[in-house]
């Protein structure tokens, strides 16, 4: 880390004036801090890592105060870093004078995915291993535990037998249906030859327990008659928001404008989900000669995707088997949740390009079944639906005990934002950066990653051209390396008569007369933000004059002022 950017990082810290998601800052001012196990940890099993800031003290509005022993400081971190943390890990410092004071920076680089936890070894794996949730640290539950110990070899949960059903609770007409298909696929496999019994074997739609054949768990959820007979919770709700928060109600007090569950067999339960997503979306209209053509909020594809991603990728284990898959329909997003985050070494930023399949035998099954391809192809799918439909990329978030798709329904190159951009025909643009430009209007901040994904290009292409963005003043660069971000800055140009800021200001406002405050959280909900970017745009408000902050840290509420 240079001197500058260690200086940005400082300078965002004061900024923001609290701790962020990807640092932690320590006075070290009277010497080591004590617990430096936990962000040691949280850090380490955080894809993107993290920094610890030594030298700022918080309760000082994060001043400078500087290290009292630099050197020392490194040794005692070095040592625990290598003795007591297990995997080990691999410090990096950086130390910097600033208004004569010292500063640290420890870089705490991720450890691989089959590698975490990460967790300090006095402590023991349960009590020492630690997660990064915002800007705080805590200990890790027995099932994100488990989520990473289980991705360390192949689970084998879809393939336990269904005990207490039998040959039965089969739909036979499907079997026959299906084993006549892929004996066409296959002509050379020989097992399928074999008597029908032991076709399913061999396929691990039954299995032979206490000297009885019973279903599988993939064969039960795949060609069951009603698999929920014998796993109540494996199925598919539907919740229909009012307004952007699960808190607004309709004009009546009504929590729910729809509230449905979907149950069956998998391919019965995804097509019916489908279909009452499909007709519960906004729909638009487009006249082509005589003829009109609606057209969905969401694209079909990219919710078929979700859905069915969902119920392939989920977490099957005892841990996660009483959980369900949600899909809650807002005003301005759809949210699709599975139970379980990511497994292997996919990460986010490697979504859409590599594979790694928890559950191995029902993955086949569908893939057999024409409803899944099982090439990794389905992330790309999805990306590829919302950018032919004009709208932002599909978000995605792994919370470890979870996995959540969002889609919105903002479109961006509609007709204001195109007037918008022709303010900008002076500058040297090409289409993909005038999307960029479109899409921080209605967003805090974009990424190297975010811009890849949103204009369809490789990482070097990505930097170059928002580098360009940064050169013609419209935007300004925050953060070096993997912390960089780039935020919308033309304060010179009149962008539009209201701009987003003040229409999401008069959101917040309106929130606030209707509820006396709002929170960090509730914030975050309102506008779809992540927690950071929600905190800074309260505190933009509370700086301004607009609100009045109560509280502290946890505790904070904003008010109207007066």
């Known amino acids: 880390m240079t001197c500058e ?35 040691l940890s949280a850090f380490a099993n955080r894809t993107e890592g993290g920094v610890i800031l030594f030298g700022l003290d918080e309760s000082r509005n994060f001043e400078i105060v500087g290290v009292g022993n630099a050197h020392r400081l490194q040794e005692e971190i070095s040592h625990l870093a290598w003795a007591d943390m297990e995997p080990q890990i691999r410090p990096e410092f950086t130390v910097e004078l600033f208004e004569g004071k010292t500063v640290v920076a420890l870089e705490v680089s991720s450890i691989p995915a089959d590698k975490r936890p990460c967790h300090y070894k006095n402590a023991g794996l349960q ?3 630690y997660i990064r949730i915002g800007n705080t640290n805590r200990v890790m539950t027995d099932y994100e535990i488990f989520g990473y110990v289980s991705a360390q070899s ?26 006549e298909r892929i004996r066409k696929d296959r002509p050379k496999a020989a097992y399928l030859k074999q008597p029908f019994e032991q076709v399913l074997k061999h396929l691990k739609i039954v299995r032979t327990y206490d000297g009885t054949l019973h279903p599988t768990l993939a064969g039960i959820l795949a060609f069951g008659s009603y698999p929920q007979t014998f796993e109540p919770q494996l199925v598919i709700t539907f919740l229909h928001y009012f ?54 909020e969401y694209p079909e594809e990219a919710i078929r995707e979700a859905i069915v991603n969902a119920v392939a990728h989920r977490d099957y284990s005892n841990f996660a088997r009483g959980s369900y898959i949600q899909i809650r329909l807002f ?32 993955v086949r099954l569908l893939e057999d079944l024409n409803l899944v391809e099982n090439r990794g192809s389905g992330i790309k799918a999805m990306l590829g639906a919302m950018r032919s439909a004009n709208l932002e990329p599909p978000r995605f978030q792994d919370r470890r005990s979870s996995f959540v798709v969002t889609m919105r329904n903002l479109t961006l190159m509609n007709t204001e934002a195109i007037a918008w951009l022709n303010r900008f025909a002076d500058k040297p643009l090409n289409d993909r950066q005038r999307l960029a430009l ?4 209605h967003n805090q901040q974009i990424t190297n990653f975010d811009y890849q994904r949103l204009a369809h290009v490789d990482s070097v292409t990505a930097t170059r051209e928002l580098r360009g963005l940064v050169q013609t003043g419209l935007t300004s660069q925050h953060s070096s390396r993997r912390w960089t971000h780039y935020t919308l800055n033309v304060p010179d140009i009149d962008t539009v008569e209201v701009s987003l800021p003040l229409l999401l200001e008069d959101k917040v406002l309106d929130y606030v ?27 933009r ?22």
Do not use: W
């Open 331 to 362: 005003a301005d997003r759809m949210e699709i949740q599975s139970p379980g985050g990511l497994y292997g070494t996919v990460t986010l930023e490697t979504l859409d390009e590599e594979q790694s399949t928890r559950n191995r035998t029902l």
């Open 127 to 129: 009590k020492g291993s």
């Open 243 to 296: 307004g952007a928060t699960e808190t607004e109600k309709t004009p009546r007090g009504e929590r729910f404008l729809d509230n449905r569950k979907f149950e069956g067999p998998i391919p019965e339960m995804v097509e019916d989900a489908v279909n009452h997503v499909m007709a519960s979306i906004r729909k638009g209209s487009l006249i082509e000669g005589l003829y009109r053509r609606d057209i969905p």
């Open 541 to 562: 408000m509370r700086d301004k004059g607009i609100l009045k902050q109560t509280g502290y840290k946890r505790g904070s509420q904003y008010v109207l002022p007066g």
């Open 513 to 539: 007369r209707r509820h006396g405050f709002i929170t960090r959280k509730q914030c975050a909900e309102l506008l779809n933000l992540e927690d950071i970017p929600a905190r800074k745009f309260l505190f």
């Open 154 to 179: 192949q689970p084998t949960f879809d393939e336990e037998p269904i005990t207490e059903a039998t040959l039965e609770d089969l739909d036979r007409d499907k079997l026959n249906v299906f084993l």
């Open 5 to 39: 950017e260690l200086q940005q990082l400082i300078t965002e810290v004061q900024q923001s004036r609290c701790e962020l998601a990807d640092i932690e800052v320590k006075s070290a001012h009277g010497g080591t801090p004590q617990r430096l196990y936990e962000p």
């Open 438 to 441: 479109v899409y921080l209007r």
